[in-house]
């Protein structure tokens, strides 16, 4: 098979023993160095992906995305609007809610909260719904005062199904003789759900008229429409619906914003420090390319004198060099990959435990691969060695004969 020349010399350096054994050190340990890089990279940032996509998940997909209500947080006249919203880009669903502050107190315990009164048929919240594992949304009929609570909450109060809790709510505050009552009523706990965030302190489901009672007002009232989407992430690029007077809308970055911002920066800190293992373990590749080329003088010496130009001779040099580097983002790609499939059971080999969930128990560490991110990791390492040897070619191609094979 046909080889342009300075492909093929530029192979057959990278496969030829060298008088020099520490240029061969330096040289596979500059490929080494790329390995380790792409490893680290895409091992670390694919589990960062994957809490990112956990958070998500659980966080943003149990609390409301995005919310449409009043200065008096009472919506009436909100059922022709429905189909209308639902219309809008983006938008998956729209629900009616009430969605208040409270406080929920047991026998032994009191605890601050957020109830939402839902209609169980229309409730869109995929991951609430999914992690209810004692109970059912059905039991949450109107007049039956049942809510479900969170798995944490329930430990925090110490209560169990079919125990009797008040909730207590400043909004719906009667004016007594006795001064200021708030609003408050006994519920039965019928169920329990476990999304795994910090959900599961503080939020409380009922019936909405339950709530619509609870808070005093007209039963065909809500406080709010629910805005769902298939990704959460869409709120940012959505155009928000008309509002009519006195009317606002609020989505999820204005609870959850600091959050996911903090979650992107440090994801952004921890990309540009391994990057920079990666530019290192490049400068290895451009140290083992300039003594590659101050063991070759001879041979260059003589290649120029057979009469081969510059640009080939400064060829080869780019091949041996970069070829280093493409073995060592391959192999690191590789390793990357088969390492962050598989980091739960090396986890587990080694003994180690990271994280621990709500009930002390080990959690498993989520995973989520990026196919654009890994192409940009593997080609950028790829790139960063390219570079590396441009200088070590150009000394190559500025070797004058005459002083190399003077003492030869």
């Known amino acids: 098979m046909f080889y342009p020349l300075s492909l093929f010399i530029g192979l057959r350096y990278t496969k030829s023993k060298r008088n020099n054994k520490f240029v061969s050190f330096v040289s596979l340990f500059s490929t080494g160095g790329i390995s380790l890089g792409v490893?680290?990279?895409?091992?670390?940032?694919?589990?960062m992906n994957g809490f990112e996509a956990e958070l998500k998940t659980r966080i943003l997909g149990a609390v409301p995305?995005?919310?449409?209500?009043?200065?008096?947080?009472?919506?009436?006249?909100?059922?022709?609007?429905?189909?209308?919203?639902?219309?809008?880009?983006?938008?998956?669903?729209?629900?009616?809610?009430?969605?208040?502050?409270?406080?929920?107190q047991s026998s032994?315990?009191?605890?601050?909260?957020?109830?939402?009164?839902?209609?169980?048929?229309?409730?869109?919240?995929?991951?609430?719904?999914?992690?209810?594992?004692?109970?059912?949304?059905?039991?949450?009929?109107?007049?039956?005062?049942?809510?479900?609570?969170?798995?944490?909450?329930?430990?925090?109060?110490?209560?169990?199904?079919?125990?009797?809790?008040?909730?207590?709510?400043?909004?719906?505050?009667?004016?007594?003789?006795?001064?200021?009552?708030?609003?408050?009523?006994?519920?039965?706990i019928s169920g329990f759900f476990d999304v795994g965030s910090d959900v599961d302190k503080y939020l409380v489901l009922m019936n909405v008229h339950d709530a619509a009672r609870l808070i005093r007002i007209d039963e065909n009232q809500v406080t709010g429409l629910r805005f769902s989407f298939e990704d959460p992430f869409d709120v940012m690029r959505w155009s928000p619906p008309n509002l009519e007077g006195g009317e606002s809308l609020n989505d999820w970055r204005k609870t959850h914003g600091e959050l996911f911002a903090a979650v992107k920066m440090e994801k952004n800190m921890i990309w540009l420090l391994l990057c920079l293992i990666v530019a290192v373990a490049a400068f290895n590749i451009l140290s083992s390319s300039v003594m590659v080329v101050s063991d070759k003088?001879?041979?260059?010496?003589?290649?120029?004198?057979?009469?081969?130009?510059?640009?080939?001779l400064n060829l080869i040099?780019?091949?041996?060099?970069?070829?280093?580097?493409?073995?060592?983002?391959?192999?690191?790609?590789?390793?990357?990959?088969?390492?962050?499939?598989?980091?739960?059971?090396?986890?587990?080999?080694?003994g180690l435990h990271l994280l621990?969930?709500?009930?002390?128990?080990?959690?498993?560490?989520?995973?989520?691969?990026?196919?654009?991110?890994?192409?940009?990791?593997?080609?950028?390492a790829m790139f960063l060695s390219l570079l590396a040897t441009l200088y070590p070619a150009y000394r190559a191609g500025k070797v004058c004969p005459v002083e190399a094979l003077r003492y030869e």
């Open 39 to 47: 490893l680290a990279l895409i091992t670390v940032l694919s589990v």
């Open 65 to 104: 995305q995005a919310v449409l209500s009043n200065k008096t947080q009472t919506l009436t006249n909100w059922q022709p609007r429905i189909e209308a919203l639902k219309q809008v880009e983006y938008v998956k669903q729209v629900e009616p809610v009430i969605n208040s502050e409270a406080i929920i």
């Open 108 to 188: 032994k315990q009191i605890q601050g909260i957020t109830f939402e009164g839902i209609y169980p048929e229309m409730y869109a919240s995929e991951v609430v719904k999914s992690s209810i594992y004692v109970g059912d949304l059905k039991d949450l009929t109107s007049r039956s005062y049942n809510i479900i609570i969170g798995q944490a909450l329930a430990r925090e109060l110490s209560v169990s199904v079919g125990d009797k809790v008040r909730i207590i709510s400043a909004r719906g505050t009667r004016f007594t003789p006795l001064g200021q009552i708030p609003s408050q009523r006994n519920f039965t």
């Open 297 to 312: 003088r001879a041979e260059v010496a003589i290649l120029k004198t057979l009469g081969m130009k510059r640009l080939t």
């Open 317 to 350: 040099f780019i091949i041996q060099g970069a070829w280093s580097g493409i073995i060592g983002a391959l192999i690191g790609t590789g390793l990357g990959l088969l390492l962050s499939s598989y980091i739960n059971e090396v986890m587990t080999f080694l």
């Open 356 to 380: 621990a969930n709500a009930s002390g128990g080990a959690r498993l560490l989520p995973v989520l691969h990026q196919p654009n991110q890994i192409m940009v990791i593997l080609f950028g």
